[in-house]
């Protein structure tokens, strides 16, 4: 080879030596996730179920991760207004939303003017818990059981009421699987909250309700509600005596209020894990599963493949739901 040629092999040699020394520089220079604060947004207003989840494991994340996590609360149309904003941030994995089976799974298809697609615009963290729903009656309905509750809405079409804090929240999409599974009609009695149901529901101005397990077992174990089966797939841990649903009348029931921490569509995986890695070791902490279990949850391990996995699945269970029941809402 000329001298020419050996020269210029030489230099381009060293012109790509010196090119990767400047690319390794900027990648070790690349500060580690994360370096400032990171904000959970949450749909809902503070004291509720979804903020007070979100707040326990922002406390514990802080802790774990070294840096500050924060709360937001931005409220509005069943947390869509939070879920659109959170969709829209940077995928960094410093702007998260705690979000619902409410959020996730029901609202965009309920309210089919946001255009949200979760399925599409965000990426799992983890499971944060799972609440049960319990199907509850005024002592003075002459039913016993999950039968004798389909018997009589049978004997008599659309003549049970039944209460929910608002169309498309779980306990009234619980009772609208309810209904369809069971090949029976009710009459749907929507509420500005949960507690508002619950009131007229010990007063006997509606028949029966699927709330939360969490806000009714004080009436349960007081007597003032009948309880007749859970929802979940498991009989609960806070109330073992109550079967479930599926158990029985209908074996393929199962409903359960979620929530799960997920980021903006495109989040590096990398940054995914880091957090959910923060997320188990929060869950698995003694003082975590109390607070939990005085909440009516529970927890479970994770990943975010299997978090993306259960959001598509459950959109498509209660997609379904609202279609074949023909449930509206106030856009």
Do not use: C
Not at 238 to 261: G, Y
């Amino acid at each position: 080879m000329p001298a020419s040629g050996r020269l210029a092999s030489v230099l381009v040699g060293a012109l790509g030596i010196a090119l990767a020394g400047v690319v390794a520089g900027k990648i070790s220079a690349q500060p580690a996730f994360p370096d400032r604060p990171i904000k959970v947004v949450v749909g809902f207003s503070a004291g509720g179920g979804t903020d007070v989840i979100a707040r326990i494991l922002a406390q514990k994340l802080s802790e774990t991760l070294s840096q500050s996590v924060v709360v937001e609360n931005r409220t509005g149309a069943s947390g869509l207004i939070a879920a659109e904003a959170v969709a829209k941030a940077a995928p960094d994995g410093y702007t998260l939303m705690m979000g619902s089976q409410t959020t996730l799974a029901v609202a965009p298809t309920l309210y089919r003017k946001s255009g949200l697609d979760p399925a599409k615009e965000f990426a799992g963290i983890a499971m944060a818990g799972i609440s049960p729903l319990v199907l509850v009656v005024n002592p003075s309905l002459r039913v016993h059981s999950v039968n004798d509750v389909i018997a009589m809405a049978k004997a008599s079409p659309g003549a049970i009421n039944f209460g929910s804090g608002g169309a498309g929240t779980t306990p009234h999409m619980a009772a609208e699987l309810f209904s369809l599974l069971a090949g029976i009609r009710m009459t749907h009695v929507a509420y500005r909250g949960e507690a508002p149901a619950i009131n007229d529901l010990l007063g006997g101005q509606i028949a029966l309700m699927f709330p939360n397990l969490s806000a009714v077992v004080g009436n349960i174990q007081a007597g003032t509600l009948r309880a007749l089966a859970v929802t979940g797939a498991a009989r609960s841990p806070t109330a073992p005596e109550i079967p479930t649903v599926a158990e029985s009348a209908i074996p393929d029931f199962e409903a359960a209020t979620w929530f799960a921490l997920v980021a903006p569509a495109g989040t590096p995986r990398d940054v995914r894990m880091r957090l959910n890695r923060g997320v188990q070791r929060a869950l698995a902490q003694g003082d975590v599963k109390q607070r939990l279990a005085d909440l009516g949850m529970t927890s479970e391990e994770s990943t975010p493949e299997r978090l993306d996995a259960h959001i598509r699945a459950e959109i498509a269970k209660w997609t379904k739901v609202i279609m074949d029941a023909d449930i509206h809402a106030t856009e």
